[in-house]
């Protein structure tokens, strides 16, 4: 079954240091995301991303954040100058993209800013 | 600002008995609702969605969505202790696949052996 590829699973990095989460979405889908959650709280939308560009971002994704697709495959998430409250889960999604699609979500890259 | 709402729980059921999780919505022009499960520490899994008025059901899960009271829940019939998880409710403000979802805080449910 095709599924949202994410790596690396676990990333500690320090605090202002640059990291760059990465996703294979699932080969036929056109709308990729990226959300967040940190602990306990909700999953949050960072950003969406159709036909090589971003299609729609939160308030979250702010110029620390970028995104890119790099090779046609790979969807990343480059955070500049992590601070500690970066620390979460960020989950990569797709979809389809057609009415009523659902995502499916990658099994998350756990980010601890320290 | 487009917002939905989940009792975070704890809601306890006794093995087999039927789990029932409810998500109310803002927004009146959401067109699609999905229910994910998410284990802890692990990523939302796609449970089922609806898009249309009354129930739906797959398996031992059944969705119903009434649009005009901005509601949907999800019934786990014959709930196992493997149910025990936070259940997301989440919506997609419109029709296409490019909006965002927007998602609960999620219920826990238990399920006591």
């Known amino acids: 079954e095709p599924e949202v590829t994410q790596t690396p699973s676990h990333q500690v990095t320090q605090m202002g240091q640059e990291v760059i989460l990465r996703c294979v979405p699932i080969?036929?889908?056109?709308?990729f995301y990226w959300y967040r959650q940190i602990l306990g709280q909700k999953v949050e939308f960072l950003v969406s991303f159709y036909n090589n560009e971003i299609s729609e971002k939160s308030e979250i994704f702010d110029d620390q954040f970028s995104v890119e697709r790099p090779d046609g495959s790979n969807f990343t998430l480059k955070i500049r100058s992590t601070k500690l409250e970066d620390s979460a889960m960020y989950f990569c999604a797709s979809s389809e993209g057609y009415r009523f699609t659902e995502a499916f979500f990658g099994q998350g890259t756990r980010l601890t800013v320290v | 600002q487009k917002e939905v709402e989940q009792n975070s729980g704890p809601l306890s059921v006794p093995e087999g008995a039927i789990a029932s999780l409810n998500c109310t919505y803002s927004?009146?022009?959401?067109?699609?609702f999905f229910w994910y499960r998410q284990y802890s520490g692990k990523s939302p899994e796609l449970i089922m969605f609806?898009?249309?008025?009354g129930d739906k059901e797959d398996g031992r899960f059944t969705a119903q969505l009434n649009k005009a009271s901005q509601y949907v829940s999800l019934l786990i019939r014959d709930s196992q202790p493997s149910d025990s998880a936070t259940y997301l409710c989440?919506?997609?403000?419109?029709?296409?696949?490019?909006?965002?979802?927007?998602f609960g805080k999620g219920t826990r449910l238990s399920v006591i052996a």
């Open positions: 609806i898009y249309s008025n």
């Open positions: 080969s036929n889908h056109l709308y």
């Open positions: 989440a919506v997609n403000p419109s029709n296409s696949g490019n909006t965002p979802l927007v």
């Open positions: 927004d009146r022009g959401s067109q699609s």
